[in-house]
């Protein structure tokens, strides 16, 4: 089955500066890779995702890239801010196929005024 | 549009018997998954139903198992319930089977004593 591997488990920044937090997966057939941001007592929220077909996906502040031959994603948030603070997940899966989608262990952003 | 609702929010329960959880999926929305998240193992898949159809299933022990109906709305019942069963349990809905953009609901905190 799929494994993903998420780093790192806690990520501290400044507000404004950049934050990068890095997956791997394992499993070739894995074609869709969303980013969740889950905030304290609510549901994981989808903020950004990337298919197999696409390299690079933006959308304001956040961005994801993809480098399938490598195996690994990843997720950009620039000019951080207090609210950006929160656990992000992501997770790889065959959109479509039988595999489970399988979640990374989650950051934990924390941004600092 | 209303977002995942899932009842009841909280939940305590004593070891040996069941539970049921509800959820009501984004009108419009067929397909239900839910989810079981743990500070020990994370986000773990437990079973997609789509079209009153369970399509795909994680590795769960037959304590859990769900429904849905012809409104979408879903259902999961854990019996027996262990100390271990405690947990986040979420729900995500999303338009097709098998599609990984799901939206999930706030989750409800089940604590087995």
């Known amino acids: 089955g799929e494994n993903v591997e998420q780093h790192p488990s806690t990520l501290s920044v400044q507000e404004g500066d950049s934050a990068v937090i890095k997956c791997t997966y394992s499993?070739?057939?894995?074609?869709?890779f969303p980013w969740y941001k889950q905030e304290l007592g609510k549901g994981p929220q989808l903020i950004i995702d990337?298919?197999?077909?696409?390299g690079e996906k933006k959308d304001q502040r956040i961005a994801v890239t993809l480098n399938k031959t490598a195996k690994h994603f990843s997720l950009h948030i620039t000019e951080t801010q207090p609210e950006d603070s929160a656990v992000y997940f992501c997770?790889?899966?065959?959109?479509?196929?039988?595999?489970?989608?399988?979640f990374g262990r989650g950051t934990s952003l924390i941004v600092h005024p | 549009k209303a977002g995942v609702t899932q009842t009841p929010r909280y939940l305590i329960k004593t070891r040996g018997q069941q539970v049921t959880l509800s959820c009501s999926p984004i009108?419009?929305?067929?397909?239900v998954s839910w989810y079981q998240q743990t500070p020990g193992q994370g986000l773990q898949f437990l079973f997609e139903?789509?079209?009153?159809?369970?399509?795909n299933k994680g590795n769960f022990p037959g304590r859990f198992s769900g429904r849905q109906f012809s409104n979408s709305r879903s259902e999961m019942n854990v019996s027996t319930l262990e100390l271990g069963d405690s947990a986040l349990y979420l729900c995500?809905?999303?338009?097709?089977?098998?599609?990984?953009?799901?939206?999930f609901g706030p989750g409800t905190r089940l604590t087995v004593t």
């Open positions: 009108s419009g929305h067929r397909s």
């Open positions: 997770a790889a899966g065959e959109e479509g196929g039988s595999y489970i989608p399988t």
């Open positions: 499993d070739s057939a894995s074609n869709y």
């Open positions: 990337i298919r197999s077909n696409v």
């Open positions: 139903y789509f079209s009153e159809t369970q399509r």
């Open positions: 995500a809905s999303s338009l097709r089977a098998r599609q990984y953009e799901q939206y």
